[in-house]
């Protein structure tokens, strides 16, 4: 007897619309046409109490045919299975951080996903354009995306200061041609810094809110004022990124969405090389043993054996000195 033939129904949930956009490409590149997944609907209603996706209120019912049109398929079988979540969590949160350094085809293989079954309302890519013709246009542009440092507990290394953002930025601007750097960020501390830096070849998205400090807090969390508005900014600033020509970035959802929306966009880590090093073999762990908690603990292991193999040596030559017979 042949399996049920079912339509999966990928169900939005509490994280950012862009972590739920993600989602949707994850389900579909892992479930689709297996276990008799012949169809896939997505639907993100929103509920009272959705304090990390503000992006509508209760009364919007469900808001992706806001942002994006329905999924097209020849059929939608009646059987249903509803998920919600990440099929696998490799491109998410600090597993992001291993698929963006062991995986040299996640670009292109996420971007095929993207390219079959998503699409933007017209809308939504108009006011893209918009921004694109009038301030990107005929010019080398770099991106950089900074989140607000509350994230720091989602990233392997600590954020680094925006100062540091605007330096590896600087290594990648032409020295033969016009440029714009373009900056996606809900820290307007960081948005002052670019634009001292960069003056007005700095492009942001108008209109935007941004959390005045570290005291404010993460405007995308906890907001009281939810709307589709705010899920318009955030895509936005993400489809800008994807159009420039490499990125200058931390592990986020924002960032490995660019990367797939374009995969010939160079995506660069904001890092030490120590931290790029020292993320390697962080990675290679997650890779062998699959949990993240292991992974870190082995991390910090080899990460701190040389300081430990250093005072053994200097404790077991202290007690070969102290038993040699004195002169």
């Given at each position: ?6 339509t ?17 490409v994850n389900?579909l ?24 996706f503000p ?13 994006f ?28 951080y ?8 996640w ?9 079959r079954?998503i ?6 890519l ?12 005929g ?7 900074y989140?607000h ?40 501390p960081?948005?002052v810094?670019f634009?001292?830096a960069f003056g007005?070849r ?7 809110r ?23 900014q ?17 592990n ?15 995506m ?9 090093a ?16 292991i ?12 300081r ?12 070969v ?7």
């Amino acid at each position: 007897m042949g399996r049920t033939k079912r339509t999966l129904i990928i169900r939005g949930w509490q994280s950012g619309l862009v972590s739920n956009l993600n989602g949707v490409v994850n389900n579909l590149r892992y479930r689709l046409g297996r276990r008799g997944i012949e169809a896939a609907i997505v639907e993100w209603p929103i509920w009272k109490g959705m304090q990390q996706f503000p992006y509508g209120k209760p009364t919007d019912g469900n808001v992706w045919p806001h942002f994006f049109e329905p999924l097209s398929f020849d059929r939608f079988p009646s059987a249903r299975r509803e998920v919600r979540g990440y099929a696998r969590l490799g491109m998410t949160g600090r597993h992001a951080y291993a698929m963006h350094k062991l995986d040299r085809h996640w670009q292109r293989d996420y971007h095929e996903i993207y390219k079959r079954y998503i699409r933007l309302r017209p809308a939504i890519l108009e006011g893209v354009e918009e921004i694109h013709r009038a301030d990107m246009v005929g010019h080398y542009c770099v991106g950089a995306h900074y989140r607000h440092p509350a994230f720091g507990i989602q990233t392997l290394h600590p954020i680094p200061p925006p100062e540091t953002f605007v330096l590896w930025v600087r290594r990648l601007l032409p020295d033969d041609r016009p440029w714009k750097v373009i900056l996606a960020t809900d820290f307007e501390p960081a948005v002052v810094i670019f634009r001292s830096a960069f003056g007005n070849r700095l492009v942001l998205q108008p209109a935007v809110r941004r959390s005045a400090g570290l005291a404010e807090g993460h405007v995308h969390h906890g907001n009281r004022e939810p709307s589709l508005a705010l899920g318009e900014q955030v895509l936005t600033d993400c489809l800008l990124l994807s159009r420039c020509k490499s990125l200058v970035h931390i592990n986020s959802n924002v960032a490995t969405a660019a990367g797939y929306i374009n995969p010939a966009l160079k995506m660069v880590f904001c890092e030490t090389p120590g931290q790029a090093a020292w993320g390697y073999i962080w990675s290679i762990c997650l890779s062998v043993t699959g949990l993240d908690f292991i992974a870190r603990r082995l991390y910090r292991f080899l990460k701190a054996f040389p300081r430990r193999a250093r005072k053994l040596v200097r404790l077991i030559g202290t007690s070969v000195v102290a038993r040699l017979p004195s002169k």
